[in-house]
């Protein structure tokens, strides 16, 4: 669902790391309706099912989806939901949250704190998701080394990517997205 994960993300991003933590997001950045994978569905809420956009788990590499089940299915066991919240974007997607970044924040280095541009998107790229509700992050961001899942943006506590083995040490993480601009 492309258009709710985009939004979804601008909606994050607008109200900060703040809001996210204290759980007031939790609603908007659950998907409606998930399979039972965890993963949002096609078509749902849509008076034409067949003129749903791609899932926000299409496009994403195999490897990263097959850890995030693993998270999935024992942050379930522990009686936490964890889904995702946005996946893979087009690029015309992400320059589109680039250029809603820069209209919101009026400021180039703003705005580039929080959104990558197309070409350095691991969401483009297909290798990162943006994980909710706010329980759910947290649990990863406790327990995804042990899938090999990191948070990478010290600013967003909901992506991660997978940049370890499972069972690995994740790093350091960078203070935010500007540093991927050229």
């Known amino acids: 669902m492309p258009a709710l994960v985009v939004g979804?993300?601008?909606?994050?991003?607008?109200?900060?790391a703040a809001?996210?933590?204290?759980?007031?997001l939790d609603s908007v950045l659950a998907p409606p309706a998930l399979s039972d994978a965890g993963h949002p569905?096609?078509?749902v809420g849509l008076a034409d099912p067949a003129a749903a956009p791609p899932r926000a788990v299409d496009g994403l590499d195999a490897e990263l989806l097959?850890?995030?089940?693993?998270?999935?299915?024992?942050?379930?066991?522990?009686?936490?939901?964890?889904?995702?919240?946005?996946?893979h974007r087009t690029a015309e997607?992400?320059?589109?949250?680039?250029?809603?970044?820069?209209?919101?924040?009026?400021?180039q280095d703003e705005a580039h704190r929080w959104v990558a541009p197309v070409d350095g998107s691991a969401h483009v790229a297909g290798t990162a998701i943006?994980?909710?509700?706010?329980?759910g992050a947290y649990w990863l961001?406790?327990?995804g080394a042990e899938f090999g899942l990191c948070q990478v943006f010290a600013?967003?506590?909901?992506?991660?990517?997978?940049?370890?083995?499972?069972?690995?040490?994740?790093?350091?993480?960078?203070?935010?997205?500007?540093?991927?601009w050229h």
């Open 130 to 135: 943006d994980v909710g509700p706010t329980d």
């Open 41 to 43: 569905q096609d078509g």
């Open 155 to 180: 600013n967003e506590v909901w992506h991660f990517e997978a940049t370890i083995e499972p069972g690995g040490t994740c790093g350091p993480t960078v203070p935010d997205a500007s540093g991927l």
């Open 66 to 87: 097959r850890r995030f089940d693993a998270a999935r299915a024992a942050a379930t066991e522990d009686g936490v939901d964890l889904t995702i919240t946005s996946g």
């Open 8 to 16: 979804t993300t601008a909606a994050v991003t607008a109200v900060g």
């Open 141 to 143: 961001l406790e327990h």
């Open 93 to 107: 997607q992400q320059q589109s949250l680039v250029d809603d970044a820069l209209a919101r924040y009026g400021s």
């Open 19 to 24: 809001a996210f933590a204290s759980g007031a």
